[in-house]
């Protein structure tokens, strides 16, 4: 099974700052990755597919790059709406097997 | 507008059974994958297994193979997450999500459930 890490797991941000997630995969997942965003309460949104085209909808201060075994999820200038926990999500495998989740990164107020 | 409508929440007993929805619209239901998703409390998101409505092929993460069943009723565009005997440990929110490509070479979930929160008391 393919094991995700997400660094940092606590990220405090200031509103206006730049923010930048990384995700480790275990074994290569090529471009094979997503990521949301989760708040509490609310059901999980996609960002980003395919490690770095946005999904309908996203604004552009989101964006992801990488491939292999090491992404990167930067918010260019955090908006108050933008504090959550974020998701990687790999999906290589798939449909021969199945899917696997990062931690979270958790984004809070500085 | 796609759109999947979980049921309400559910507070059962240990050892009871117990079986959820998702009812998803706006788009070909039979044409999408759904997924089921965990979120124990405080906890991340877990995948637990995926059909495809059309032909209600199956796939169970190895997790949970056994511990539940997924099924679905594509003449009402329907999905279902079912257990036999619920645990304390099965206390969690749970997503329906769907695949976001008709294709196997889309893995992304693109839409998801309101969630359905399970409370499970020993």
């Known amino acids: 099974e393919i094991v995700m890490t997400q660094s940092p797991a606590t990220l405090s941000v200031s509103p206006g700052e730049r923010a930048t997630l990384s995700c480790r995969a275990s074994?290569?997942?090529?471009?094979?990755l997503a990521w949301y965003q989760k708040k509490p309460g609310q059901a999980p949104r996609l960002l980003i597919y395919?490690?770095?085209t946005r999904a309908t909808g996203i604004p552009a201060r989101f964006s992801g790059s990488g491939s292999g075994t090491e992404f990167t999820l930067t918010i260019s200038s955090l908006q108050s709406e933008d504090f959550a926990v974020y998701y990687c999500?790999?999906?290589?495998?798939?449909?021969?097997?199945?899917?696997?989740f990062g931690p979270g990164t958790k984004v809070d107020i500085k | 507008e796609v759109q999947l409508v979980q049921s309400r929440a559910e507070v059962k007993k240990a050892g009871e059974s117990l079986k959820i929805s998702c009812k998803g619209s706006?788009?070909?239901?039979?044409?999408?994958?759904i997924a089921w998703v965990r979120q124990m409390p405080g906890k991340g998101l877990e995948w637990m297994g995926i059909?495809?409505?059309?032909?209600?092929?199956?796939r169970y993460s190895p997790s949970f193979q056994g511990q539940v069943t997924i099924s679905a009723d594509k003449s009402i565009g329907t999905a279902y997450l079912q257990w036999t005997s619920l645990e304390a440990s099965d206390t969690a929110i749970y997503y329906c999500?769907?695949?976001?490509?008709?294709?196997?070479?889309?893995?992304?979930?693109?839409?998801w459930g309101q969630g359905t929160l399970v409370i499970v008391s020993s």
């Open positions: 059909i495809y409505p059309g032909d209600s092929d199956t």
């Open positions: 999500a769907r695949l976001g490509a008709t294709s196997s070479s889309g893995g992304w979930f693109d839409s």
């Open positions: 395919g490690a770095s």
């Open positions: 999500h790999q999906y290589t495998n798939w449909p021969r097997g199945g899917f696997t």
């Open positions: 706006g788009y070909s239901f039979t044409s999408y994958w």
């Open positions: 074994q290569s997942v090529s471009s094979n």
